[in-house]
């Protein structure tokens, strides 16, 4: 069985920080991109960030120069750097990976349980 586990979210004012971390266990031979996604209420679930195996990134346009994304293939594991965070970045957020069970089966997509990020004073 392969999981995905996020962890890091909270309660933080505007203009504070937090870090997401998402770790991948169980059988896995091999770890592809990895990704985190954010669903506010109301709101359709959205793209934040992204990393491939070669650890370039890609960020939504209202992230961009605030959030990190990174990841320790050693660990398993990517984060989420959240800086200067803002009311509307307030959302459940999702880890997301492409990952190979074992050498010869089929690439799959997983998805992480969430994380309740609120940005409030």
């Known amino acids: 069985q392969v999981q995905l586990v996020g962890s890091g979210g909270g309660l933080v004012q505007p203009g504070g920080s937090l870090r997401l971390s998402c770790a991948a266990s169980?059988?896995?031979?091999?770890?592809?991109?990895m990704a985190w996604y954010r669903q506010a209420p109301g709101k359709q679930r959205e793209l934040v960030a992204n990393?491939?195996?070669?650890?370039?990134?890609n960020y939504a346009d209202s992230v961009k120069g605030r959030f990190t994304i990174s990841r320790d293939n050693a660990k398993s594991t990517m984060y989420l750097q959240m800086n200067s965070l803002k009311p509307e970045d307030t959302a459940v957020y999702y880890c997301?990976?492409?990952?190979?069970?074992?050498?010869?089966?089929?690439?799959?997509?997983?998805w992480g349980q969430g994380t309740q990020v609120t940005v409030s004073s």
């Open positions: 169980g059988t896995i031979f091999s770890i592809y991109s």
């Open positions: 990393i491939g195996s070669d650890g370039s990134t």
């Open positions: 997301n990976a492409d990952m190979r069970r074992f050498y010869n089966s089929p690439v799959r997509n997983y």
